[in-house]
């Protein structure tokens, strides 16, 4: 079993900037992916950022390009991913994910591990 915690959201206006971290922890595996998803009210739950073991490779959603960062410190096990410039469409719960391969996937199915979700709230 693997634990994902996510943290850092909230409620902020349009504009303003948030960063949201996702601890790893449990399940013992060398190089896994992991990668951001995120879900608003009554919508599908859609694909935002992803990263290789080694943060050499990334992956956006081209709604987000330009205004998010996602990057990793393995020494802590843990996932962020930085958000500027946040619309009030951005408006949803996130999730990061875990897979036991170092390869990253823009698909959820890809993803063997999830954590409970953050809110994040943009106001207009």
């Known amino acids: 079993q693997v634990q994902l915690v996510e943290s850092g959201g909230g409620l902020v206006q349009d504009g303003d900037s948030l960063r949201l971290s996702c601890a790893a922890s449990g399940r013992s595996f060398s190089r896994p992916a992991m990668g951001w998803f995120r879900q608003a009210p009554g919508e599908e739950r859609e694909f935002v950022a992803a990263i290789t073991w080694n943060g050499g490779t990334v992956y956006y959603a081209d709604s987000v390009k330009g205004r998010f960062t996602i990057s990793r410190d393995n020494a802590k096990n843990t996932m962020y991913l930085q958000m500027n410039n946040l619309k009030p469409e951005d408006t949803a719960v996130y999730y990061c994910?875990?897979?036991?391969?170092?390869?990253?996937?823009?698909?959820?199915?890809?993803?063997?591990?999830w954590g409970q979700g953050t809110q994040v709230t943009v106001s207009s």
């Open positions: 994910c875990w897979r036991p391969s170092a390869v990253a996937s823009t698909s959820r199915a890809a993803y063997n591990y």
